[in-house]
């Protein structure tokens, strides 16, 4: 802004460049953007007004016409506004439309926080999710659950499991509804189980397991995506999986989970042994009474939808 203000004055200081000046001040003094707001404003302006406001409209003239063409202006996605600041005109800068819009959907974008999941995750939306009779009742449920949370996000709302082969779009549909959540205003938290439990082993070297695991822990409303895509060790299953579901049980804060297991294959196949080969029932039983009462299962059938 400085910039535009100083260059006008040295326009006008230097003598030969009177006629240009004038010139370009007369098309910007009767500019009809400029004159409709002086007349609008008049009672709030000073009487020398357009003198001593001139290098201001100059600004104003220049930089909008800059974005009118699609130019750059000195602000990247700002437009320029007349204002009266102490009975004088000003230049604001103001956000375009366009800018609204990405800020808008960056604020969306931060209501999903995603750990080790797809990037394409971010444009899954329930309006697109191909509502055939075989998903018809995972969709079904899905905003039965966003009606039940947004209406009151303090009680207790049992979530989803969904179990369904390899590329049914359970993903697609946890991520759908942590999308829309996040139009309305709600955040949560999706993260790749498989993906998490190593990360969280390599944690432990620096001391980090506490941090990370309260933050999956505590999030408003969790996704466990893909649990049992892989063997789990005892001390991911008791120390992560465990303390995150007790956690969330005594807080009844909703979770939703994803496998290609349903529930008892999930207990049966895979939590019940443990990677040194113990077959632990009682540890699988419990882990599933907790899963249990977050989550109630929802089998997802139909065709693989991964690009072959
Ligand atoms: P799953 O998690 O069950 O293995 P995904 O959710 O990853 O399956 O879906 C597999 C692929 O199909 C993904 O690329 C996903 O984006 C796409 N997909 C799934 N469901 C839909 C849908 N209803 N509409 C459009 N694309 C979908
Ligand atoms: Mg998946």
Not at 1 to 23: A, V
Not at 58 to 69: G, M, N
Not at 180 to 204: C, R, W, Y
């Amino acid at each position: 802004m400085e910039d535009i203000s100083k260059t006008m004055q040295e326009m006008m200081s230097k003598r030969h460049l009177n006629r240009n000046y004038r010139q370009l001040m007369d098309q910007a003094f009767a500019d009809l953007e400029v004159t409709a707001f002086i007349q609008a404003n008049q009672a709030d302006l000073a009487e020398d007004v357009l003198a001593r406001s001139a290098s201001k409209i100059y600004e104003f003239v220049t930089e909008r016409d800059k974005v009118r063409q699609g130019g750059q202006t000195f602000a990247t996605g700002y437009e320029p506004r007349l204002i009266v600041a102490n009975h004088l005109l000003d230049v604001a800068y103001v956000p375009t439309a366009a800018t609204m819009e990405k800020q808008a959907q960056q604020q969306l974008q931060r209501r999903v926080r995603a750990i080790a999941m797809p990037k394409d995750i971010r444009n899954a939306e329930l309006d697109n999710f191909d509502n055939d009779n075989d998903r018809m009742e995972a969709l079904m449920a899905a905003t039965e659950f966003i009606d039940n949370y947004e209406n009151s996000p303090h009680h207790r709302h049992q979530a989803l499991y969904l179990s369904g082969s390899f590329g049914v779009g359970k993903t697609y549909l946890l991520a759908a509804v942590a999308n829309q959540l996040a139009a309305d205003g709600f955040s949560s938290t999706l993260v790749h189980f498989p993906s998490f439990a190593v990360e969280m082993k390599n944690a432990i070297a620096k001391n980090g397991v506490g941090d990370k695991l309260d933050a999956i822990k505590k999030a408003p409303i969790l996704m466990i995506d893909d649990i049992g895509a892989d063997a789990m060790s005892a001390w991911v299953r008791d120390d992560v999986l465990g303390v995150i579901l007790e956690y969330r049980m005594q807080e009844e804060l909703p979770t939703f989970f994803s496998s290609n297991f349903s529930m008892a294959q999930l207990e049966n196949e895979h939590l019940r042994i443990s990677t040194r080969g113990d077959d632990e029932p009682l540890k699988a039983q419990r882990l599933m009474q907790r899963i249990r009462f977050l989550a109630r299962e929802i089998v997802m059938v139909g065709v693989n939808r991964r690009p072959q």
